[in-house]
C-alpha cells in the first residue's frame, strides 16, 4: 500500500494550532450569538408582558407558555397530539416519497408518458395543494386519512419533478458503458439511475418533511379532532392564545428533530459510501 | 491472418429537426486478430462514432459491420468497450465495479469471480479491491476501468480516448501499463484517439482518417526498430518514430 494513504502522524506547527483556535473562537462565537438571541427573544417577550407593554391575553408569554405545557403534560394530552402530528408527517412524507419516486420511475420509463404529462404536472406543481383541502375532506372524510392525502398531495409533486429530473440528469456515458455490456432497461435502472439518485432522494426527503408538515397542520385545521394543528385552531377559536403559542412552539421543536433525523441519515449515508 | 472486425461501405448519419449531419461516408476497413489498431483524425471527425457502431450500440444508415464473419445487430459479449473517462460507480467498491458486465451478462459465478479477483490482483489492484473508486488515483482507476472491461473476456476492446482526461505523465505510464495488459491478454484492440505520438507509439497499425464525414484517408504499418521489447515507451525511441509522427501529422492537415 502506498503512503499517500497512511494517515499523517499527529505533530502540528505552533501556526497551525493558533489556526485551529482561531477556526474554533470563530464557531463559538456564532454558537453563543445563536443562544443569545434566543434567549433575548424570549426574556424581552417575558418582560413586556409583565411590564404591560403588551396585553398578556393577546400576546401570550414565555411563563404562561411554560405552565401550559406542564399541565398539558400532567394529562398527556400534549404527548398525544404531539405524536398524532408526527405520526401523521411521517406516513405523508414517506407515501409521498415512494409513490412519486414510483411515477418518476414510469415518466422515466416512457419518454412518451412524460412528454405528456408535462403540462399537467407543471400547473399541478404550481396551483397551491392547500386549495384543495375542503375538497378532500369531502371526498376522503373528515378522518386521518383526509389528513394524510393532504400530506401526500404537498410532497408527491415536487417529489414526482425532482426524482424525475435527477433520473434524467445520470450520466449517459454511464447508461452507454453498461449498453455496451448489453443491459437491459430493468438493469439500467437498478444498477445505475437508481443508485446514482440516491442523493437526490435524500435531498428531496428533506424538503419533503416540510412540505408534509404544511400538509397535516392545514389538515389537522379541517379535520379538527386531534395534533397541534387541531390545538392551535381550536386555542385560537376559544381564545386561549396560551395554547396556541405552545402549540406553535412545540410545533416547532417537532419540526426541527425531523429535519435533524432526516440530515442525519444523510449523513450516515454519504460516509458509507 | 483472421479478420475479427469488417466494416463495408459503411456510411452514418446523425437527424435532428434542424437537418442531417453526415458523419461517416462510404468507410471500408479491416482489423485482424491480435492486432492493435489505433484510428486517429481531426476533432469531431466520428472517430468515436465508429466506436459505437462496431460495439452494436448504433446501427449504419446503410452498410454492412461483421464481428467475427456475424453482422453486428446489437452489443455483443465478444466487444468490449472502454469509455474516455473510467466511469467508476461510486457507490461500488473496486471490485463490484469490475464486476459489473458480468453481473449484467448474468455471468457471476465462482469461476468469472474469481478471474475478475485474478485480474485485479495482477494488475497492482489487489491490496484495493474493497476500495471505492475516490480512494484510487487517476491511474489506478484507469486500470480498473480496464479490468472491468477485461472481466467480461471480450475478444476486441474498443477503446475510446481512455486516456485523455489525464495529465500527460499518468498518461504515458498507464498507456504503457494498458498496452502490457492488452498483448498479455491477447486482446485485439482499436484505439481512437487524437494524440498522434500515442497512436504511432502503441500501435501495429494507424488508420488516418479525413474530416467529416470521414473516410479512410490513409492507412500506415507502423514498423519501429528498438533493441528493446517494442512497448510503447520504446518505441517513442526508435529513430523510425519521428518520422511516422510528421508522415501522419502533415496528413491530418491541421488548420488553426
Redesign the interface.
Given at each position: 500500500m502506498s503512503e499517500e494513504y497512511a494517515v499523517p502522524a499527529v505533530k502540528y506547527s505552533m501556526e497551525h494550532a493558533e489556526f485551529i483556535r482561531k477556526e474554533r473562537m470563530a464557531r463559538n462565537a456564532v454558537r453563543i450569538s445563536r443562544i443569545i438571541i434566543l434567549t433575548a427573544i424570549f426574556a424581552l417577550w417575558e418582560l413586556a408582558a409583565n411590564l404591560k407593554w403588551i396585553d398578556p391575553f393577546i400576546m401570550s408569554q414565555p411563563s404562561r407558555v411554560l405552565k401550559t405545557i406542564v399541565s398539558l403534560s400532567k394529562d398527556g394530552s400534549l404527548f398525544v397530539h404531539t405524536g398524532v402530528t408526527i405520526y401523521e408527517t411521517i406516513i405523508g412524507f414517506l407515501s409521498g416519497t415512494i409513490l412519486g419516486t414510483l411515477i418518476a420511475i414510469v415518466l422515466w420509463w416512457s419518454d412518451f408518458t412524460a412528454r405528456v404529462l408535462d403540462p399537467y404536472l407543471v400547473v399541478l406543481n404550481a396551483l397551491p395543494k392547500t386549495a384543495l383541502g375542503p375538497i378532500i375532506l369531502v371526498w376522503v372524510g373528515g378522518t386521518t386519512g383526509s389528513i394524510i392525502v393532504m400530506a401526500l398531495l404537498l410532497s408527491i409533486i415536487v417529489t414526482i419533478l425532482n426524482i424525475y429530473q435527477s433520473f434524467k440528469d445520470c450520466d449517459e456515458d454511464k447508461i452507454k458503458l453498461l449498453k455496451t455490456f448489453g443491459a437491459t432497461k430493468t438493469q439500467i435502472l437498478r444498477k445505475v439511475v437508481l443508485p446514482s439518485s440516491i442523493p437526490d432522494m435524500i435531498s428531496t426527503l428533506k424538503i419533503n418533511v416540510g412540505l408534509s408538515l404544511v400538509g397535516v397542520i392545514v389538515g389537522e385545521f379541517l379535520v379538527s379532532k386531534a395534533g397541534l394543528g387541531y390545538l392551535i385552531i381550536y386555542g385560537g377559536q376559544v381564545f386561549k392564545m396560551d395554547l396556541v403559542m405552545t402549540s406553535v412552539i412545540i410545533l416547532g421543536v417537532a419540526a426541527a428533530l425531523m429535519y435533524l433525523t432526516v440530515a442525519w441519515i444523510e449523513k450516515k449515508f454519504i460516509k458509507m459510501r | 491472418m483472421d479478420k475479427v472486425v469488417e466494416l463495408k461501405n459503411v456510411t452514418m448519419n446523425y437527424h435532428t429537426l434542424d437537418g442531417e449531419t453526415q458523419a461517416i461516408k462510404n468507410l471500408s476497413l479491416d482489423i485482424r486478430k491480435g492486432e492493435f489498431v489505433s484510428i486517429v483524425g481531426p476533432s469531431g471527425c466520428g472517430k468515436s462514432t465508429l466506436l459505437s457502431l462496431i460495439?452494436g450500440?448504433i446501427k449504419p444508415s446503410s452498410g454492412e459491420i461483421l464481428v467475427d464473419n456475424e453482422p453486428v445487430t446489437?452489443?455483443?459479449?465478444n466487444?468490449?468497450?472502454m469509455?474516455?473517462?473510467d466511469?467508476l460507480?461510486?457507490?461500488r467498491t473496486i471490485l463490484k465495479n469490475t464486476t459489473?458486465?458480468l453481473?449484467?451478462?448474468n455471468k457471476m459465478n465462482r469461476e468469472s469471480l474469481k478471474n475478475a479477483e485474478r485480474l485485479l490482483d495482477e494488475y497492482g489492484l489487489g491490496?484495493f479491491k474493497n476500495y471505492?473508486p475516490k480512494?484510487l488515483s487517476g491511474g489506478m482507476r484507469q486500470r480498473a476501468a480496464l479490468i472491468r472491461t477485461l472481466a467480461?473476456n471480450p475478444e476486441i476492446l474498443l477503446l475510446d480516448e481512455p486516456f485523455s482526461a489525464l495529465d500527460y505523465q499518468t498518461r504515458l505510464a498507464i498507456s504503457e501499463e494498458i498496452w502490457l495488459i492488452i498483448k498479455k491478454e491477447e486482446k485485439t484492440a482499436v484505439l481512437v484517439t487524437h494524440d498522434i505520438a500515442e497512436a504511432v507509439s502503441m500501435s501495429d497499425r494507424v488508420i488516418v482518417l479525413t474530416q467529416r464525414p470521414a473516410e479512410v484517408k490513409s492507412e500506415h504499418n507502423i514498423d519501429l526498430t528498438t533493441g528493446k521489447c517494442k512497448t510503447p515507451i520504446n518505441c517513442r525511441e526508435a529513430p523510425e518514430f519521428r518520422v511516422y509522427f510528421n508522415k501522419i501529422w502533415k496528413e491530418l492537415d491541421v488548420h488553426v
Open positions: - | 460495439s450500440l446489437g452489443p455483443s459479449p466487444v468490449g468497450y469509455p474516455q473517462r466511469h460507480f461510486e457507490w459489473i458486465g453481473e449484467i451478462q491490496d471505492y480512494q467480461a
